[in-house]
């Protein structure tokens, strides 16, 4: 695995003769699984095109005590001690981005807004709504007009479904991918159709302040936004 991307270095910055250091930005995701999967596969992926040219896109795989603490303002948290606590983080030229569900909040939308704004001079904020499950689904093809728009109305509700234990949008994702995301590894592979879930994202409401009760997801938008940033 190439050293700016492999998660044992991930406080190091790649040095270049030629040029300045890259630019790190740095993932925390609510999930301790598929999300970590996926970007570290992203990284990888965009790396190889050297994309983003002038940053380097960190995946932080969380401490088990982290695990245990998903709610967006333990993310918050850990963002301002990567901030502080000598991560490496440069405050001039670094950022963090940190991706949570809304679902968390069960439509109470006075106490999301509040921890948007918290998050506000610390990290950057992608969310889905309802969960990550949806922004997996943007991978495949034509996966809105397929998969998204014929059950907006179930996948908002995320109800559990009869029979199971998965909420609609979990099992939606499962069966349409053929596995497990919150076990099967292969999940990462998605990150291989980026340019796709791009695309297909356009199509939900990517702005986060407006996500409750709407289909959103921003975190391919905000990812772009990085490598956007990072154009030498």
Known sequence: ?????????????????????????????????????????LAIHLAKQNIPERIELKPIERTEDDQNKSHPRALLEQAKRIRSDGFGFDKETDRIVVVFDTDIYKGNDKQFQKDLQAFSGVAEVAVTNPSFELYLLLHTSDAYETHIKPHEKDILANDYVKGTHRRYISKLANDVLGMNTKKNKGIAELAHHFSRAIEEENHLNQDSSTAMGKLTSNIGKTIQGVIEAGKA
């Not at 890259?22 to 999300?35: D, M, Q, T």
């Open 1 to 41: 695995m190439p050293p700016l991307i492999a998660l044992d270095t991930w406080n190091k910055r790649t040095a270049r003769p030629e040029l300045k250091p890259k630019s790190l930005c740095f993932f925390i995701a609510e999930g301790a699984n598929s999300e970590l999967w996926y970007f570290t596969e």
